[in-house]
Nanobody, 117 residues
Framework: QVQLVESGGGLVEPGGSLRLSCAAS????????MGWYRQAPGNQRELVAI???????NYADSVKGRFTISRDNAKNTVALQMNSLIPADTADYYC???????????WGQGTQVTVSS
């Protein structure tokens, strides 16, 4: 059974930081492209950051320079370090594992991030 479990969300003031973590079981993350997505109320789910199985990264323009995605294949985890948070970052954040050749795609249940004073 495949599970992606996110953690690290919460309430933070503008300008603050949070570190999200995604722990996988049932799959080896090393062969997957991993992504963080977010969905704010009333909005579509959007890509925040992605790290390929080869370690290449890509970010949404809105988070470039503030967020950093990383992976630890030995621990089977992916993290999203979020700095200089702004209210527009408020959303539910989801971890995604995608393997194109195997044609499989997995989602976590999400963790809520609220940026407010």
């Amino acid at each position: 059974q495949v599970q992606l479990v996110e953690s690290g969300g919460g309430l933070v003031e503008p300008g603050g930081s949070l570190r999200l973590s995604c722990a996988a079981s049932g799959i080896l993350l090393s062969i997957y492209d991993m992504g963080w997505y977010r969905q704010a109320p009333g909005n579509q789910r959007e890509l925040v950051a992605i790290i390929t199985n080869g370690g290449r990264t890509n970010y949404a323009d809105s988070v470039k320079g503030r967020f950093t995605i990383s992976r630890d294949n030995a621990k089977n985890t992916v993290a999203l370090q979020m700095n200089s948070l702004i209210p527009a970052d408020t959303a539910d954040y989801y971890c995604n594992a995608n393997q194109k050749l195997l044609e499989v795609n997995y989602w976590g249940q999400g963790t809520q991030v609220t940026v407010s004073s």
